[in-house]
């Protein structure tokens, strides 16, 4: 193949690789969901509200509803004419000259203006004496205080939380339209792959990646299709990848260029065009981009502390793209080093390690092994250090970069 895409490039930056793998995302559907199924979801448009809040105006406090001009000293006697609750069906009216009882969230009767709280007020039979003077606008709550009929309520493109839920209900929706969750489909290969502890014999490992990379996508709101586990062979992959039907394809291992590292191969023989094939990133050297039939394909090292590294560099911001939103890189944290760690090499590297809290911020410490096969030392980590290509040994004290785990839920 002539053309420069189908060649792709080789060794590139996380950056950029982030860049090229976010331009090859299209924006999913829309769907309207129940609010009860909004949470996390992404809003695929604003919204605003239906109606004001509150709809009248209501009294914060538990007291005495007046006109301010009629109490305007404190010892003011006003015969007491009425009440007012919540959920009143109509708004009562303060004759002139009186008062009127009223408690916390009824409607503010017309003609008065401000409330009295009962701790200055002395009921004397059918009157009232107040000990204070009366100040107009007091413990009112106006009409449309909270938000005005027409008024954005929610932002397009925003994760829609417990908060965001709770002021849609009280503006009168009941649906939103949101992003529909991008289906990414994943492909274990690899001939020494077992899909689950009965069928493991000699030579044989467990499939980490999938349910790895299953959970990350469902923790990074996309849907999971699994595609399960090809062999070594093109004849394999193509069977596996035939039907495809998703917004996104990773599939693991075999993206080398060892003799059973056929991914790249077989999915050439589909049509598969790629872009690049490896990133200066360790661990996660031989990350593969490209496109089949539309539909763009992530092809990950095989190791299972590379795939979800991948997944948190990579496809994370790809499903932010896919739902509408810019699809940046992680957020870093400062840390102080408590032990040196090692000059980095070619590569950005990503080094599990854990940080603690204390007085003068973050303090970080990195393990001494950092083999990619070591899924047990992730799962212990609670950050990655991130050391740029060429960064010089570190002492005790220095600075450094880290991506915190706690800041993404579930990952
Ligand atoms: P590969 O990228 O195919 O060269 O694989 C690199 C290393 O990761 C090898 O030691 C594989 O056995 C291992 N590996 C590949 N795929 C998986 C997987 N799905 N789960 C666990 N380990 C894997
Ligand atoms: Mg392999």
């Known amino acids: 193949m002539a053309d420069g895409k189908a060649l792709g490039k080789s060794s590139i930056g996380v950056d950029e690789a982030r860049k090229l793998i976010n331009a090859g995302m299209s924006l999913v559907g829309i769907e309207e969901v129940g609010l009860a199924d909004a949470l996390g979801r992404i809003s695929a448009s604003s919204a605003n509200a239906l109606l004001s809040s509150p709809p009248f105006d209501v009294s914060s406090m538990d007291g005495y509803a007046v006109r301010a001009a009629d109490v305007s000293a404190a010892g003011t006697t006003l015969p007491l004419r009425g009440s007012s609750r919540a959920g009143v069906s109509e ?11 009223i408690f916390t969230g009824a409607p503010v009767p017309t003609g008065a203006d401000a409330i009295i709280i009962q701790e200055n007020a002395e009921s004397q039979g059918d009157a009232v004496r107040f ?21 954005e309520i929610l932002g397009v493109g925003r994760t829609i939380s417990a908060r965001n839920i709770g002021l849609l209900a009280a503006a009168g929706h009941t649906t939103i339209a949101v992003r529909k969750r991008p289906r990414i489909a994943v492909l274990s290969t690899g001939d020494e792959l ?17 349910p790895g990379l299953t959970a990350s996508i469902k923790a990074l709101g996309g849907i999971p299709v699994d595609l399960g586990i090809a062999g070594d062979t093109d004849d394999a992959i193509i069977s596996a990848v035939r039907e495809l039907d998703a917004d996104l ?24 065009t790629f872009d690049f094939y490896k990133v200066m990133m360790r661990p996660g050297k031989p990350l593969m981009f490209g496109e089949l039939k539309g539909i763009p394909v992530l092809g990950m090292p095989g190791n299972p502390v590379s795939a979800l590294l991948c997944s948190l560099l990579f496809v994370k911001p790809a499903i932010e793209v896919m739902t509408g939103r810019a699809g940046e890189g992680p957020i870093y944290d400062d840390a102080r080093l408590a032990a040196p760690i090692a000059r980095t090499g070619q590569r950005e590297d990503y080094l599990r390690a854990i940080y603690t809290v204390d007085d003068s911020g ?15 030392l992730l799962a212990q980590s609670n950050c990655l250090v991130v050391r740029p290509v060429g960064a010089p040994a570190a002492a005790a004290g220095e600075m450094v970069k880290l991506i915190r785990f706690d800041t993404m839920a579930n990952f």
């Open 91 to 101: 708004i009562p009216q303060l004759a002139a000259g009186s008062c009127m009882r």
């Open 131 to 151: 000990t204070v003077a009366a100040v107009e606008g007091e413990y009112v709550r106006r009409l449309g205080l909270n938000f005005k009929s027409g008024q």
């Open 194 to 210: 077992a899909g689950d502890p009965t069928a493991i014999s000699q030579g044989r490992i467990l499939d980490a990646n999938r």
């Open 249 to 272: 394809l990773i599939v693991t291992g075999g993206a080398s260029v060892g003799d059973h590292d056929r991914v790249r191969p077989a999915l050439q023989s589909l049509g598969f």
């Open 362 to 376: 973050l303090s970080v410490e990195v393990f001494d092994q950092q083999d990619s096969s070591m899924t047990a």
